[in-house]
């Protein structure tokens, strides 16, 4: 709840209908419990009155993006020596004579690349010299990469940019045209793209010689939205690791979060924000529970071939990692140890999975810490069948451990008993009941579907 308390950070932009940074930044209060609130201004042609204004009015952070990450300096009492150099702001922090200018990106992408390569000691290769590549560039140069190259269709904008980061920083930096890149001299290095080409269906690569992919060590590409581009598609063609700009998104907004706060953000808060961000740009994940024999393998199948999301089923999955069946992990280690084996799968998938089918175990429910990994990993269905339509689908699977040495009566009782203990469960985790009875697989999955 909003109160007179509750501290005011915001983002200026234009346009700036389809930001994610109020959801990040909201999501990140909302994680550790914190009193802010986050919001977006449509900024028009007065940007001086609109920071002065939000400084009159005591917002105490403010985010900058297109196009007024440079004009946006002339409104400003100082600059960070990192906004200074780059020569762009991205983040106000309010003082008490007015606002400070800091450049949050350099962190992001700093922080994205090193989640998967030491930057100091490589080569960097990036492609573009527009706005975006500045404070690419900087990283580079400050992070202890050997060389930096710059290529671009237009030489003299790269050659441009080099000399002034050059100049800056002290540095050597190379610009490239893109018609010459197969003079560059290294291998193994980090390859960057900075151009808009991705964001347009039916955009080509910047350059098209396979050389220059097959190289690297490592690509990543600032555009986040599609997820796959061609540069990222041309990557894994190669068999080079890559990822994409939503992680560099979200490491900017943490930096720039701490910097209003003066707090560190926890890591855990981060990971659980960006598995939240994820979900939300590339698709939310359908998350299928109920009884055994409800259907959720088969309805989960049919989702997927609707929906073209991927299907994955956990007790497999979980018998793929331990290398052996369901029965002998009971038999072998018991059922806690099988608990604690989808626990731990299931706070993981919480964590990684996105537009994804994902169909749960009948018992995930038997352990009540499951419930919110359950809601956090995504829409929940819960698929309700009879205890009769559950029995004519598992009399015959021996590898069931409830149908063991009974007859019809005898398992229909342990079914009706079993279901009884866990409906409550089922309840607290469920966001849909979906009613399976004289349904077929794809009938379930097209009500399923309805509701996405």
């Not at 659980?272 to 939310?284: C, E, P, Q, S, T």
């Not at 009974?406 to 009613?435: G, H, P």
């Amino acid at each position: 709840m909003i109160k007179g308390s509750t501290k005011v950070f915001g983002i200026f932009g234009r346009p700036i209908e389809h930001t994610l940074s109020p959801f990040i930044h909201n999501s990140l209060a909302e994680c550790i419990g914190e009193d802010t609130v986050y919001t977006a201004f449509h900024v028009g042609d007065n940007l001086e009155k609109a920071v002065e204004g939000a400084f009159a009015m005591g917002v105490d952070g403010l985010n900058i993006t297109v196009p007024f990450k440079e004009d946006v300096m002339k409104s400003l009492v100082s600059l960070d020596k990192t906004a200074e150099t780059i020569g762009a702001v991205n983040t106000l922090v309010k003082t008490p004579d007015g606002y400070k200018g800091y450049n949050t990106d350099a962190y992001g992408i700093k922080k994205a690349l090193e989640e998967y390569i030491k930057i100091s000691g490589r080569d960097a290769v990036i492609l573009g010299a527009g706005g975006a590549a500045r404070a690419v560039i900087y990283t580079c140069m400050t992070s202890g990469c050997n060389r930096v190259y710059i290529l671009n269709r237009t030489i003299e904008k790269a050659q441009s940019l080099a000399d002034e980061m050059n100049r800056k920083l002290g540095r050597d930096g190379q610009a490239i045209a893109v018609k010459d890149a197969d003079s560059i001299d290294s291998d193994m290095y980090i390859l960057i793209q900075c151009t808009s080409l991705g964001l347009k269906e039916g955009d080509s690569l910047l350059i098209e010689d396979d050389s220059l992919y097959e190289r690297a060590a490592f690509g990543y590409d600032l555009i986040y939205n599609p997820e796959e581009t061609p540069f990222t598609k041309k990557l894994a063609e190669v068999g080079v690791s890559d990822d994409n700009g939503l992680s560099m998104l979200l490491f900017q907004a943490v930096k720039s979060h701490e910097l209003w706060t003066g707090k560190e953000i926890p890591e855990e808060a981060v990971k659980k924000v960006y598995a939240k961000l994820r979900k939300k740009v590339y698709g939310n994940n359908i998350v299928l529970t109920g009884f055994m024999g409800s259907g959720k393998t088969s309805v989960g199948k049919a989702l997927a071939s609707l929906t073209g999301k991927m299907f994955i089923d956990m007790d497999e999955a979980i018998v793929r990692a331990a290398g052996m069946s369901i029965n002998e992990i009971f038999e072998k280690y018991g059922e806690e140890s099988f608990r604690r084996l989808e626990h731990d799968m299931l706070v993981e998938y919480s964590l990684d999975k996105y537009d994804s089918i994902i169909s749960t175990g009948g018992g995930i429910v038997v352990r009540e810490d499951n419930i919110p990994y359950l809601k956090e990993m995504g829409k929940v269905f819960y698929l309700d069948a009879s205890d009769e339509t559950i029995y004519e689908r598992i009399k015959d699977d021996n590898e069931r451990p409830l149908m063991r040495g009974c007859d019809r009566d005898e398992a229909l009782k342990r079914i009706a008993s079993l279901k009884a203990k866990r409906l409550f469960e089922y309840a607290k985790a469920l966001d849909v009941r979906v009613d399976t009875e004289g349904k077929n697989a794809s009938e379930i999955a097209e009500i399923i579907a309805s509701y996405m």
